[in-house]
């Protein structure tokens, strides 16, 4: 990930030369974004900053600095997964910049440091704790015991198993059922999961034309979302499509292949007028800020708790989600869950809302990626070759750090399309912004791989836009292709 020093666009030296269409476009400084103020921030989409300021408490500033480090966090947490015989977890505190990483084998904590991780000395690895969760899991099935949900907490190195207020049961009685140590289980007291389905209204898809769930991420020729949401044979509108695959209980995937004719971005909804790209699918550390984004209640965020929970829902239990502090409501069933620009998860299930608060569950992506033997689409951007096609296409050169815009032109309420082929070995970003009512130019959709080629789509209400190119490092001549709606 990009650091997050501040850096001035320089303005280009060359005009962009129309290929075709009659605008003017020359070289032109970038008018500051809503979030050009902050270093760093033109990285993420429009929409993602705010709501992690709303639901986290986050100042923009600092919301950049903490997915920054998640990433570095991230990278270092698999790293002990791998390298650690004993390792029994890994996380990250909710509110500050410190790794922490758990071994039951005190020998290997010079070797956890080396990681720049905080290093806390634990009985159970996490291998164990998962053996715990499943033998507590067919304990509690055997008799029968009405619990929430089950998970392995690194944090308190134990199991957790969620029960309902004024269900009878204790941390002796399970490890007694269990055949486990006391000590390897907590008992803690939640609200009733139930799925979240079945709510009319909102922008989503609909099976068999009577429930409703959300998209959770573009795959090659359709998407993935909650198993709970369809079985194999049923039929989704608003895109047209078909379940191929399906899961739940004991899993919560689903695989849908959409009809021809359908647009599929790989890009999620921040429902703040833009959406924001997908760059893969690497697995955040507990403690990490994610956010959720469902056709209900739109775009919230919170923070991941666990993995590999277990939840009972009424119609079976679930293994293998992640539990976070994000909030949901029926209805957001099987829609995205990102850290940063990274695929999570599906959601599933939970407790509470978008009100009060709660506690929600996701099926991570890589299992039904792997499952399906999918890949994900990704964007806003991509490799491309050629930007050939277009309405209108215009050719100039960058230095690094310099920036170069089109000229303003009008547009219709409709899809953009830019096409962006910069010179090989550089990373160029492209922007689209229009035209505030103050006069500001503010980003609306971006493109900013590492790559030197960016493909951005848009769909936006009719105004004035323009749209730039930036060298993030890298010199050399660019053609930028785009179509107007």
């Known amino acids: 990930m990009r650091n997050t020093r501040s850096r001035v666009f320089a303005l280009a030296t060359a005009s962009l030369t129309l290929v075709a269409g009659s605008l003017s476009a020359t070289a032109a400084s970038a008018s500051p974004g809503p979030d050009d103020d902050v270093p760093g921030a033109e990285q993420y989409a429009p929409g993602l900053l705010h709501a992690m300021e709303r639901d986290l408490g986050m100042p923009r500033g600092r919301a950049v600095d903490r997915l920054e480090f998640q990433s570095h966090a991230a990278a270092r947490s698999n790293r002990a997964a791998k390298t650690l015989d004993s390792y029994a977890g890994s996380w990250v505190n909710p509110s500050s910049d410190v790794l922490f990483v758990a071994v039951a084998d005190k020998t290997e904590r010079k070797q956890a440091k080396k990681l720049g991780a905080n290093v806390i000395v634990v009985d159970y690895t996490v291998e164990e704790l998962e053996e715990v969760q499943e033998t507590v899991d067919d304990a509690l099935a055997a008799a029968d015991v009405d619990v929430t949900a089950t998970y392995v907490d690194p944090t308190t190195n134990s199991v957790v198993v969620g029960v309902v207020a004024g269900e009878e049961i204790d941390t002796d009685e399970v490890a007694e059922a269990a055949g486990v140590p006391a000590d390897a289980v907590t008992v803690a007291v939640e609200e009733a999961p139930r799925t979240f389905i079945d709510v009319i209204g909102g922008n989503a898809y609909y099976i068999n034309n009577s ?92 923070t991941i708790q666990a993995y590999n929970a277990s939840v009972t829902y009424s119609q079976g239990t679930v293994s293998g989600l992640i539990r976070t502090n994000v909030c949901a409501e029926p209805g957001d069933s099987g829609g995205s869950l990102l850290a940063g620009n990274q695929a999570q998860g599906v959601t599933s299930g939970g407790s509470g809302n978008c009100t009060n ?95 030197a080629d960016e493909l951005v789509n848009y769909t936006g209400t009719s105004g004035t836009y323009r749209w730039l190119v930036r060298s993030y490092s890298g010199s050399g001549s660019f053609t930028l292709g785009w179509n107007v709606p």
């Open 211 to 302: 429930s409703r769930c959300s998209v959770g991420f573009t795959v090659g020729d359709g998407f993935v979302t909650a198993g709970h949401c369809g079985a194999v044979g049923a039929t989704t509108t608003s895109p047209s499509g078909t379940f191929v695959g399906s899961s739940f209980p004991g899993n919560d995937y689903a695989y849908v292949r959409t009809a021809s004719g359908n647009t599929l971005v790989g890009a999620v909804n921040n429902y703040s007028g833009s959406t924001v790209g997908v760059s893969g699918s690497t697995a955040a550390p507990v403690g990490a800020a994610v956010c959720r984004s469902g056709s209900t209640t739109g775009w919230h965020c919170g």
């Open 357 to 451: 608060g709660g506690t929600t569950y996701f099926q991570p992506v890589n299992e039904i990626l792997n499952r399906y033997g999918l890949s994900l689409r990704t964007g806003s951007g991509g490799s491309t070759t050629t930007c050939t096609g277009y309405e209108r296409t215009g050719t100039s050169s960058l230095n690094s750090g310099g920036s170069a815009a089109t000229g303003s032109f009008s547009a219709a309420a409709g899809a953009h399309t830019g096409c962006l082929d910069g010179p090989s070995g550089a990373d160029f970003d492209l922007y689209l912004q229009k035209l505030s009512s103050t006069g500001a130019w503010q980003t609306v959709a971006q493109g900013i791989t590492a790559s």
